[in-house]
C-alpha cells in the first residue's frame, strides 16, 4: 500500500507560482511512476504531470513551459513548481502512485487563482 499527502496548494493571483508537494510512504518501491492531475469545477480530472521511475517528465500542453514536476528520491517526495499561473489553473490538485495495476491517490489540495 502507498499513502501520499500532498501540500502547498492555496490562493494567489494570476501570474503568482506555487510549489506543490507530495510525500509517498509505504511500499514506495512498487510505484511505476507519479503524477499530478487536477479536478476544475465541471470538468474531468486530467493528467497535469507526470514522472516515471526512470526520470521521464510529461506535461499537458496547457501547462507546458510554466510547471516542472521534479523529485527528491531520498525524501520519497515529488513536487510541482507552478509559475505564471492562470486563473484556467484553478483547480484541486491531486497527487497519483502507479502502483502495479493500482492506482493510489492523495487527499488532494486546493489552488486558486484569482484574477
Known amino acids: 500500500q502507498v499513502q501520499l499527502v500532498e501540500s502547498g496548494g492555496g490562493l494567489v493571483q494570476a501570474g503568482g507560482s506555487l510549489r506543490l508537494s507530495c510525500a509517498a510512504s509505504?511500499?514506495?518501491?512498487?510505484?511505476?511512476?507519479m503524477g499530478w492531475y487536477r479536478q476544475a469545477p465541471g470538468k474531468q480530472r486530467e493528467l497535469v504531470a507526470g514522472?516515471?521511475?526512470?526520470?521521464?517528465?510529461n506535461y499537458a500542453d496547457s501547462v507546458k513551459g510554466r510547471f516542472t514536476i521534479s523529485r527528491d528520491n531520498a525524501k520519497n517526495t515529488v513536487f510541482l513548481q507552478m509559475n505564471s499561473l492562470k486563473p484556467e489553473d484553478t483547480a484541486v490538485y491531486y497527487c497519483n502512485a502507479k502502483w502495479g495495476l493500482l492506482d493510489y491517490w492523495g487527499q488532494g489540495t486546493q489552488v486558486t487563482v484569482s484574477s
Open positions: 509505504g511500499s514506495i518501491f512498487s510505484i511505476n511512476a
Open positions: 514522472i516515471s521511475r526512470g526520470g521521464s517528465t
